[in-house]
C-alpha cells in the first residue's frame, strides 16, 4: 500500500513541479532548458496542474472514501492528455511527407506527458476495477 | 361555427408504403444510439420546420416493408411546456407515426413511464425499449419484463443500445404491430374527475375532431390540464362556445375538489406509476451501485474549485483535440489542393477562364469546405465523447450561473469558447444544444469571438504599429469582442426573446462510457450535414468572388486580374470598393484596404494576402508601406472593424443552414453595423485621448 501511495504523491509531484518549472521560465526568473518537460503553453500549464492536484488531493485524502474517485479522474485525464498528444504527433509525421518539418518532431513522442500518461495507465487499471 | 360545421379531415392516412416510426424518449436514455443502431448510419439531419431544433431522419427496409424512423426531441411529457415537447406532441398528432417506439432508461423506470402513460393515453401504437438492461442489473433492480407487458398490454423489448444487444427484436416487433389493434388504456382519476371527463367528452362527441389526431378523452383531459395549444386548437376553429362549457365544467370540479385539477390529474398518474413499479421492479442490495458511483464523481466534477479546474483543462484539451491534432491534416488537404490539384487543373488544356475558374473559383470554394472538415471532425468526436459520457451536463452546471447573467444557459459556453478557434464548427455545435432561443442567441454572438483565421491581421497592425504592447493590444481586441457579444446577448434577449426563458430541466445522467461506434456516427452525421447544406454555397459565392475579381466595367479584365494590382483596380471589386469609400472617409482608409476587407469575406485568412496584392509589395514589406498609410489610431479601428465585421463566407454558409437566409442577412447587417460604430468610436475616443 505504502509504495502504490508514493508512486501517486510522485505522479502528482512530478505534475506540479513541471508546472512550476513553466511558471518559472515565463516569467524569466529561472532559464531551465528542458523542454521535454514542461509544458508548452498556459493551457497545458493549467492542465498539468489540474492533473497534479487531483493526485496530491488522492495522496492526502487515501482514508476517505474520495480517494479512490479523485485517483481514477487524475489517471483519465492524463491519459487522455497523452492520447491526443500522441496523436498529434504521429500525425504530424504526416507533414514529413509533404513539407521539410524535420525528422526531430519523433522527439515529441517523448515528450513528459506521454511519458505520465503511460504510467497512469497501471493506475486507471486498478482503480476501474474497484469503480466500474 | 358550430361543431358539425368542421371541416378538413385528415389526409394523412396509411396509403403510403412507407411506414412512418417515431423514437421518443426522455433526454439521456441512449434513444440517439438506438437510432444510430436501428439505422446502421443512413440517417440525415436537418432541422424541425421554423426552428433550429435537430431532427434526425432515417430509413431502413424491414421484411420488406420500407420504415422511415423519425428521431424526436427528448422529452420528459407531452404536455407542451417546452419547445421540444412541442415538436415531439406536434409530429405524433399531425403526422401519425403508425407506431411509437419509446426508449426507457431501465435504471430509472419511475421518471421515465410518465411518458408513457402520455403515450398511452393517446392511444397510439407503442413499443416500449428497455434500454441499459444492463446497467439495471448491476443496479440490483429485477423487472419483470412480462407481468409489465401484460399490465400495459403493449411490447417490451429489452435492448442494450450502445451494445446493439436487442436491436433486432425491436426491428421485428415494429413488423408485428403493424396490424395489431391500438391498445386500449384508462387511467381512473378518481369519480369526480372522471364525470369532469365524460361530461366534456361528450360535448367532444358532437364535434368532428378526428383531425386532432388523438381520442375524446385524450382531448378531454388535456381541456382540463389547460393545456394552451388544444385551446387554441379549438379558439382557430371558432369552437369557443365548447371552451366556454369547459370552463364551466373545470369550474364546478375546481370547487367540489378544492384542489388544483392539474396537480391531482399528475398525481393520479404517479400513483399509477408507483403501483407499477411496486409490483414489477425488485430491488437486491449491491456493493457499489452505479448511482453511487456517479455520486462520487459528482462530489469532484461538479466542486466549486475541483470543478471548474477540471472544466477549464477539458476545454483546453477539446481545442488541442480539434485544431492541433486535425492541423496535420488540414495541411496535408490544403498542400494537395492549392498545390497538387490546383497546378494539375492549371495544366489541362482548356482555355485559360475555364481553368482559372476551376482552379482559382470552384477548387477554391472545395478547398475552404474540405479544409474544415479535419477540424469539425475532431471536434465532433471530442463533443459526442464528452455528451456520452454525461460530462457536458456537468459543464452546464457549472457554467449555468454565469451564463444566466447574460440570459443564456450554461449549456452554450463550448460553442462559444470553439468561436476562438473557428467560427463555423461553433455554429454546428450549437447543435447539442436543444433549445431553440438559446441556440438563436448564440449564434448571433459567435461571430464576435476572434477566431484563430483574424489573428494575422492583429500581429501584421501590431508589429507595426504596437511594437512594445504587441500582446495587450491583441488583448484589448479580444476584450472587445467578448464585451460586444455580452452586449449584443443582453440587448437582444430583451428585444426578440423579451419574456422567454430557456426553462429547461437540467438532467443528470449517471456517467457510463461510451460507445466507439456511436461517437463515430453522431460525428459523421453532422459532417455531413455540414457538408451537403453548406457546401454548395461556398463554392458558389467562391464563384462570383472570382467572376467579380477577374471582370470590371471594361469587360473581361483577364485571369491575370487576380494577381496583378493594376488589373485588379480595374475589377467590379475594385469599383465596389470605389464606390464605397466615401463611406469609410473618417477612417482614412483608401479603397485597397476596402477591397481587401471584401476579400476578408471569403477567408479572413486572407485579408493580409489581398493587402500585399493591392499594394503591389511582397507581405514581407507590407509593413513599411503600412506605417506611412495608417496612424497607431487608424489602425487599431482597423483591427475593430476587423474583429467585428461580417462572419466569414464559411460561418455566413454555415448561418444560413442553420437559421436560413433571412436571419443570416440579418446578423451580417447587424454586425456591419456594430463593427462600423465601434471602429469609428475607437477614432473619436481615441482622438480626444491623444
Same mark, same amino acid.
Given at each position: 500500500m505504502k509504495m502504490i501511495n508514493y508512486y501517486i504523491l510522485s505522479m502528482g509531484l512530478t505534475y506540479i513541479i513541471s508546472s512550476l518549472m513553466f511558471i518559472l521560465e515565463n516569467v524569466n526568473i529561472v532559464k531551465t532548458g528542458l523542454s521535454q518537460v514542461t509544458p508548452t503553453d498556459a493551457g497545458m500549464a493549467l492542465y498539468f496542474v489540474t492533473v497534479g492536484t487531483l493526485y496530491n488531493y488522492a495522496y492526502f485524502k487515501s482514508s476517505e472514501e474520495v480517494f479512490g474517485t479523485s485517483l481514477l479522474l487524475a489517471s483519465i485525464m492524463s491519459i487522455a492528455f497523452m492520447f491526443v498528444q500522441t496523436l498529434h504527433y504521429s500525425l504530424q509525421l504526416l507533414d514529413l511527407i509533404v513539407s521539410d518539418s524535420n525528422i526531430?518532431?519523433?522527439?515529441?513522442?517523448?515528450?513528459?506527458?506521454?511519458?505520465?500518461?503511460?504510467l497512469s495507465i497501471p493506475i486507471l487499471l486498478k482503480e476501474r476495477g474497484n469503480h466500474i | 361555427m358550430s361543431c358539425h360545421e368542421l371541416s378538413s379531415p385528415t389526409t394523412l392516412g396509411n396509403k403510403h408504403e412507407l411506414i412512418k416510426v417515431a423514437i421518443v424518449g426522455n433526454p439521456n436514455v441512449g434513444k440517439s444510439a438506438l437510432f444510430n443502431k436501428l439505422t446502421g448510419g443512413n440517417a440525415w439531419v436537418g432541422n424541425w420546420p421554423g426552428v433550429t431544433v435537430e431532427k434526425k431522419t432515417g430509413r431502413i427496409v424491414i421484411e420488406g416493408h420500407e420504415v422511415e424512423l423519425v428521431d424526436l426531441p427528448g422529452i420528459y411529457g407531452l404536455t407542451p411546456y417546452s419547445l421540444d415537447e412541442v415538436i415531439a406532441r406536434k409530429f405524433i398528432l399531425e403526422e401519425r407515426p403508425r407506431i411509437v417506439i419509446q426508449v426507457i432508461n431501465a435504471t430509472n423506470l419511475e421518471r421515465n413511464l410518465y411518458l408513457t402513460i402520455q403515450l398511452l393515453e393517446m392511444n397510439v401504437k407503442l413499443i416500449i425499449a428497455l434500454n441499459m438492461i444492463d446497467l439495471a442489473e448491476k443496479e440490483g433492480l429485477e423487472i419483470d419484463i412480462n407481468g409489465l407487458m401484460n399490465q400495459l398490454n403493449i411490447l417490451i423489448i429489452p435492448t442494450i443500445a450502445v451494445k446493439e444487444v436487442g436491436v433486432d427484436n425491436l426491428t421485428k416487433a415494429i413488423i408485428m404491430e403493424l396490424n395489431s389493434p391500438p391498445p386500449f388504456f384508462k387511467i381512473n382519476y378518481g369519480p369526480e374527475i372522471e364525470e369532469a371527463i365524460q361530461r366534456i367528452e361528450r360535448i367532444l362527441d358532437k364535434c368532428e375532431?378526428?383531425?386532432?389526431?388523438a381520442n375524446s378523452r385524450w382531448i378531454a383531459i388535456h381541456l382540463l390540464e389547460d393545456d394552451k395549444d388544444i385551446e387554441e386548437l379549438f379558439r382557430k376553429r371558432g369552437l369557443e362556445d365548447v371552451l366556454r362549457k369547459v370552463v364551466e365544467i373545470k369550474r364546478d370540479l375546481q370547487t367540489r375538489l378544492g384542489e388544483s385539477i392539474e396537480v391531482l390529474m399528475i398525481e393520479k398518474r404517479y400513483q399509477y406509476i408507483l403501483s407499477l413499479t411496486q409490483k414489477y421492479v425488485k430491488r437486491r442490495h449491491v456493493k457499489e451501485s452505479l448511482t453511487t458511483f456517479t455520486d462520487r464523481l459528482d462530489r469532484i466534477l461538479t466542486h466549486p474549485i475541483l470543478g471548474l479546474m477540471i472544466f477549464i483543462s477539458t476545454l483546453y484539451l477539446l481545442f488541442k483535440f480539434s485544431f492541433d491534432v486535425a492541423s496535420p491534416l488540414t495541411n496535408l488537404l490544403d498542400v494537395l489542393i492549392s498545390g497538387h490539384v490546383? $497546378? #494539375?487543373?492549371?495544366?489541362?488544356?482548356?482555355?485559360?477562364?475555364? $481553368? $482559372?475558374?476551376?482552379?482559382?473559383?470552384?477548387?477554391?470554394?472545395?478547398?475552404?469546405?474540405?479544409?474544415? /472538415?479535419?477540424?469539425? #471532425?475532431?471536434? #465532433?468526436?471530442? /463533443? $459526442?465523447?464528452?455528451?456520452?459520457?454525461?460530462?457536458?451536463?456537468?459543464?452546464? #452546471?457549472?457554467s449555468d450561473k454565469w451564463m444566466n447573467k447574460i440570459g443564456l444557459s450554461g449549456r452554450v459556453i463550448i460553442p462559444l469558447l470553439i468561436g476562438f478557434g473557428c467560427n463555423v464548427p461553433a455554429i454546428l455545435s450549437t447543435r447539442v444544444l436543444g433549445d431553440d432561443r438559446d441556440r438563436r442567441l448564440t449564434m448571433l454572438i459567435i461571430p464576435f469571438m476572434s477566431c484563430s483565421a483574424r489573428l494575422p491581421i492583429y500581429l501584421l497592425f501590431t508589429l507595426v504599429f504596437f511594437k512594445e504592447n504587441q500582446m495587450l493590444v491583441i488583448l484589448s481586441i479580444y476584450f472587445i469582442g467578448v464585451t460586444t457579444a455580452i452586449i449584443t446577448a443582453l440587448l437582444f434577449n430583451k428585444l426578440l426573446f423579451k419574456g422567454q426563458t430557456s426553462g429547461y430541466v437540467m438532467d443528470m445522467p449517471p456517467y457510463l462510457i461510451p460507445s466507439v461506434g456511436n461517437i463515430f456516427a453522431k460525428s459523421w452525421e453532422r459532417i455531413k450535414s455540414f457538408l451537403v447544406r453548406a457546401g454548395s454555397i461556398i463554392v458558389i459565392m467562391m464563384v462570383i468572388i472570382w467572376a467579380l475579381s477577374i471582370f470590371g466595367p471594361e469587360g473581361y479584365l483577364g485571369v491575370e486580374a487576380l494577381r496583378n494590382p493594376d488589373l485588379l483596380s480595374r475589377s467590379w471589386i475594385a469599383s465596389f470598393s470605389k464606390l464605397i469609400e466615401p463611406l469609410f472617409k473618417p477612417f482614412n482608409w483608401d479603397w485597397r484596404v476596402i477591397s481587401s476587407l471584401l476579400f476578408g469575406f471569403v477567408a479572413k485568412e486572407v485579408v493580409v494576402s489581398s493587402l500585399s496584392v493591392l499594394y503591389n509589395v511582397e507581405e514581407a514589406d507590407l509593413s513599411t508601406v503600412l506605417s506611412t498609410s495608417f496612424t497607431p489610431l487608424t489602425a487599431y479601428s482597423l483591427m475593430v472593424f476587423t474583429l467585428l465585421y461580417t462572419p466569414c463566407m464559411a460561418t455566413a454558409a454555415t448561418l444560413r443552414s442553420e437559421i436560413g437566409l433571412k436571419n443570416t442577412i440579418f446578423i451580417i447587417i447587424y454586425e456591419l453595423f456594430i463593427a462600423y460604430i465601434m471602429a469609428y468610436l475607437v477614432l473619436s475616443i481615441g482622438g480626444l485621448l491623444l
Open positions: 526531430e518532431v519523433l522527439f515529441n513522442l517523448m515528450r513528459i506527458e506521454i511519458v505520465l500518461g503511460i | 375532431i378526428a383531425d386532432v389526431g490546383h $497546378s #494539375f487543373l492549371k495544366t489541362l488544356p482548356l482555355p485559360t477562364i475555364i $481553368s $482559372s475558374l476551376l482552379a482559382d473559383g470552384v477548387l477554391q470554394g472545395v478547398g475552404i469546405l474540405l479544409i474544415f /472538415i479535419p477540424n469539425l #471532425f475532431f471536434l #465532433f468526436l471530442g /463533443i $459526442s465523447f464528452l455528451e456520452d459520457t454525461g460530462y457536458l451536463a456537468r459543464v452546464t #452546471f457549472l
